[in-house]
């Protein structure tokens, strides 16, 4: 006989004579909020007091197993019944419990699985503990549990990488049991039987003993010092897992304490505003509508960034037809898209084979006609607008209808490019981060006659080419770079004004850069920004003040960093040395300005630096230029480095709170009152009681 019934919306039963199937339908990921929660209880507690079933077999309707605690419950009240009480209650389930799993078994999905009798994973299935990459730890069985499956070494590298790993692997490690093709109904019948049968095996996780690893535990947790000092929730996992040698009781104890003190730390905000974030930036109207096909990607310009774009398409497996105007660059430009496509194999991210292919998608040409059937151009040559002017026009009369011409330019006027052209509706900009191939953000900026058509193609390219894009509008320096302009003064300042660059540097890899401006500097070539800044020095306003007159003096020496051997530091070996003459220069350069240098601690050097970068960043939501916050901060984390657990410039700022920014930026301003201004938006926020995150949900 079958009868079916309904627990909740999200959990209901079937039951066909000895067999009762649970089935969790909660879309789009089966996530396991308070309705999947208690219908999980309910349905194990019922049918474990009707006691007329033999098996129970949980499976989840849609594209997936669970994919995890609701992330949206966290940082709210806790809504019983809690996550680990439910999976012991189905661990002690008197009728065996057992899990079938497809698509993504994660978090909480996967400690759900962990506390069935026996596991059934579907062909194509991952499993994974992610939580370490929302700054928490799998708080309901997941480090105690696995290690009794799969081992303390296993169980560590999957929680501690937050990556979910194939069946195969899974399976070979026992963290499955089984691994077969189906319908996960179906197959939840089938295995059922097989219990039934007595030829599927079940067994209650909590039963099993975990072989100690001492060395491997003080090794990773070595490591882990070395490696991640700032995070909170590795080195919680590492404790976790050292408990799981504990009855299994007093173990879970051990991890729930861990993962409540996890919730309560500023990381988890930061990693889960990032979650969203990454997935906010293209839940817009601009980025829905209509996109035209892409099929051929044609760039203009085989230098580093041209060549990183066109590495970037061939990874996605879009053919390119590269473009330069002498044989010597064309060479150039194929030789590293060779080396960048051979680092991917290196790294495990390309196969041999698919390298071939790519090279061979790749069609290098001196002639710019051959352009004329590419259904994208993307121009990435030096920053010159007479010579994209020049480009636009022929492009213009090149390129067949219907075609996308975009502009990589930093800083340009996407207007004034789109004027040379007949066509401004089919030109936008789009901002690539170097290196083009690694870095995942892309700016999409919007001409003011860009087509709605246009820009959704701008997102569906940087979907295809797994990259974050950030809806920006023109103006100088777009999001990022505009902003980087304003918080590189502010880091001037704090040289001029009597911290070292080391003392800078250490500040901010202490706040959780990976390394500081003026390494970062170093090693770009300090002549960079000396070109820029010798090619606006009649845009500066003299009544402003001069923020690098060391950086020029070190440029005129010939120490450009790293690639000549001295910048900010020397660099005879591996690691870098402050350089003792850049100091004379800088404290040189103090005496003729008549500066009598400040102490500055290192939470005011991060405070200067992070202030000045939120000033610059509320003024981009003043004018326009980003839409919400959120864009803002997803810049900085996809292109900048700035560290993914603080989530962004305008995530701080809510942490450090309206009006205590304010009085900041009024206390820098008695030293340089032009710098240091507060903007009308903020004082805004501050009189109407309004944070970013309010502004986010408005926008
Ligand atoms: C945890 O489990 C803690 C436990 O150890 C202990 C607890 C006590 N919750 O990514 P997509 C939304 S921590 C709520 O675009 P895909 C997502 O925002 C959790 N919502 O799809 C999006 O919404 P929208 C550990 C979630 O196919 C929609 O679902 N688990 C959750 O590219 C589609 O998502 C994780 O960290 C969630 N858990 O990728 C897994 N997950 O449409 C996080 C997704 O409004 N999730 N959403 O923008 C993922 O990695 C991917 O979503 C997944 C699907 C691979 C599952």
Request: charged letters at 25%; aromatic letters at 6%; one cysteine or more.
């Amino acid at each position: 006989m079958t009868t079916s019934s309904a627990v909740n919306a999200n959990i209901s039963i079937e039951q066909l004579g000895d067999i009762a199937l649970i089935c969790i339908d909660n879309p789009p990921v089966n996530a396991s909020g308070q309705l999947v929660r208690q219908g999980l209880l309910d349905a194990v507690t019922q049918l474990n007091s009707a006691a007329d079933a033999k098996v129970i077999a949980i499976y989840a309707a849609g594209r997936t197993f669970v994919a995890g605690a609701d992330i949206k419950e966290f940082g709210k009240p806790p809504l019983e019944p809690y996550l680990p009480d439910v999976f012991n209650a189905i661990e002690a389930s008197a009728i065996p419990v057992i899990s079938i799993l497809h698509g993504t078994a994660l978090g909480g999905g996967f400690e759900l699985a962990l506390s069935t009798h026996a596991r059934i994973g579907l062909k194509g299935l991952k499993v994974g503990l992610p939580e370490v990459n929302l700054g928490l730890l799998p708080g309901a069985g997941g480090t105690q549990r696995l290690p009794r499956l799969a081992g303390m070494g296993f169980t560590l590298d999957m929680a501690l990488s937050g990556k979910p790993v194939s069946a195969e692997a899974a399976l070979e490690a026992g963290a499955i049991d089984r691994l077969v093709e189906g319908d996960p109904r179906d197959v939840a019948l089938a295995m059922a039987q097989e219990v039934i049968d007595g030829t599927l095996a079940t067994r209650p996780t909590g039963s099993l003993q975990v072989a100690a690893d001492e060395t491997l535990l003080e090794e990773t947790a070595n490591k882990l010092r070395m490696k991640q000092p700032h995070l909170f929730s590795p080195h919680k996992i590492v404790e976790a897992v050292a408990a799981s040698t504990l009855p299994l009781a007093e173990g879970l104890k051990v991890e729930r304490a861990a993962f409540m003190d996890a919730m309560q730390t500023p990381q988890r905000g930061g990693l889960i505003h990032a979650f969203f974030g990454e997935r906010a930036v293209s839940n817009i109207p601009e980025a829905k509508g209509d996109a035209r096909d892409i099929a051929k990607v044609g760039i203009i310009g085989g230098g580093t960034m041209g060549s990183g774009i066109a590495t970037a398409c061939l990874l996605a497996g879009l053919p390119v037809r590269l473009i330069e105007v002498a044989q010597d660059g064309l060479d150039r430009g194929v030789a590293t898209i060779t080396k960048n496509l051979e680092g991917a194999v290196k790294r495990g991210k390309l196969t041999q084979a698919k390298k071939a292919a790519a090279l061979a998608a790749l069609e290098p040409s001196l002639a710019m006609e051959d352009l004329a059937d590419v259904d994208l151009v993307i121009e990435a040559v030096f920053e010159s607008m007479d010579v994209k002017r020049d480009i636009f026009g022929k492009l213009d009369t090149i390129c067949k209808d219907g075609a996308i011409l975009a502009s990589n330019t930093s800083y340009l006027d996407i207007n004034e490019i789109a004027a040379c052209t007949s066509r401004p509706g089919d030109v936008l900009g789009l901002h690539f981060f170097s290196p083009a191939h690694v870095m995942r953000l892309l700016e999409i900026v919007q001409g003011a006659e860009t087509a709605p058509e246009v820009l959704a193609t701008g997102f569906a390219f940087a979907k295809r080419l797994k990259k974050v894009g950030v809806l920006a509008q023109v103006c100088d320096g777009f999001i990022g770079n505009r902003i980087m302009n304003h918080y590189a003064k502010a880091v001037g300042y704090l040289v001029l004004d009597g911290a070292s660059p080391a003392e800078v540097d250490q500040a901010l890899e202490g706040f959780g850069l990976a390394m500081g401006p003026h390494k970062v500097g170093d090693l770009a070539g300090l002549d960079i920004g000396w070109a820029n800044r010798k090619r606006t020095a009649d845009q500066r306003d003299p009544a402003d003040r001069y923020a690098t007159p060391h950086a020029d003096r070190i440029c005129e020496q010939g120490w450009f960093g790293r690639k000549t051997g001295s910048g900010y530091y020397t660099y005879e070996d591996k690691h870098p040395k402050v350089n003792p003459e850049a100091i004379k220069i800088i404290e040189d350069l103090r005496s003729e300005l008549g500066i009598t240098p400040q102490d500055f601690s290192a939470e005011e050097i991060v405070d200067r630096y992070l202030t000045a970068m939120i000033v610059e960043s509320i003024r981009v939501i003043e004018d326009g230029t980003a839409k919400r916050p959120v864009d803002v901060d997803m810049v900085f984390l996809f292109g900048y480095g700035f560290p993914r657990f603080r989530g962004g410039p305008l995530h701080q700022a809510d942490q450090i709170g309206t009006k205590a920014l304010i009085k900041r930026i009024e206390g820098y301003a008695v030293e340089d009152a032009r710098y240091w201004q507060v903007p009308q938006l903020l004082r805004d926020m501050d009189a109407a009681g309004q944070t970013f995150a309010d502004l986010n949900k408005k926008a």
